[in-house]
């Protein structure tokens, strides 16, 4: 089994749909729960910042975590043209190093 | 604030040649992390520094790949000789704080990166 597993799409939606990204995982040390936007050929952004259980949401960008299944999402309100990108989950443990373990990535474009 | 500066941006060299990357990070940040990320996939630590040492590179393929940050400052990645394989974006990210201090807001900031080809 993977460590994280993410549906690489590719995802199209109309502007203004709602938008669900998730991602499963294995590891139980896994404590910090990240969401990243990659524009092509740029580097990956932070987007949404977890600490263990719960939800969290900045302006139309929700993140989810549910420990106990394991599993991650992203939801995104009000889908905007300027939102197509790749997101990456990503995840921490709460010891050793400050090592990101990352998902696949989902390739999102919103169609006009 | 200047973000974490990479060079080259492009790269195309043949196998068994090889090549040379460099990494700027964000000053004052003591933390130094290089990714490789292939096409199609996410980016997967290679290796990270902490200020001038070597916190993990038990992902470096080390007959091939040598890194280094002197004076805890900028870095080079080396590959020698490339393989086929070693396709990929190399992503520098940097951190301002060090392993094991204020690990909730240690946020990771990446380079552009530099996409090498090799052929």
């Known amino acids: 089994q993977k460590e994280v597993e993410q549906d690489p799409g590719p995802l199209s939606v109309p502007e203004g749909a709602i938008v669900s990204l998730n991602c499963t995982y294995s590891?139980?040390?896994?404590?910090?729960f990240m969401w990243y936007r990659q524009y092509s050929r740029k580097g990956p952004e932070l987007l949404m910042y977890t600490y263990s259980s719960g939800n969290k949401e900045d302006g139309r960008f929700t993140a989810q975590v549910d420990k106990s299944s394991k599993y991650i999402s992203l939801f995104i309100r009000d889908s905007q043209p300027s939102d197509s990108a790749t997101y990456l989950c990503a995840f921490r443990s709460n010891f050793g190093n400050e090592k990101l373990t990352f998902g696949t990535g989902t390739r999102l474009t919103i169609i006009p | 604030e200047a973000g974490v500066a990479q060079s080259p941006r492009y790269k195309i060299i043949e196998k068994r040649q090889s090549v040379a990357f460099w990494c700027n990070p964000i000053s004052g940040h003591a933390t130094l992390y290089w990714y490789q990320q292939i096409l199609g996939q996410g980016p997967k630590l290679l290796i990270q520094?902490?200020?001038?040492?070597?916190?993990?590179d038990s992902q470096l393929p080390k007959d091939r790949f040598s890194a280094e940050r002197l004076k805890g400052v900028d870095s080079t990645l080396k590959i020698q000789p490339a393989k086929l394989e070693d396709s990929a974006v190399y992503l520098c990210?940097?951190?301002?704080?060090?392993?094991?201090?204020?690990?909730?807001?240690?946020?990771?900031?990446f380079g552009p990166g530099t996409r090498l080809t090799v052929l």
């Open positions: 520094f902490q200020n001038n040492g070597v916190v993990d």
């Open positions: 590891n139980s040390a896994f404590q910090y």
């Open positions: 990210a940097s951190s301002l704080a060090g392993v094991g201090i204020q690990k909730e807001n240690n946020e990771q900031f």
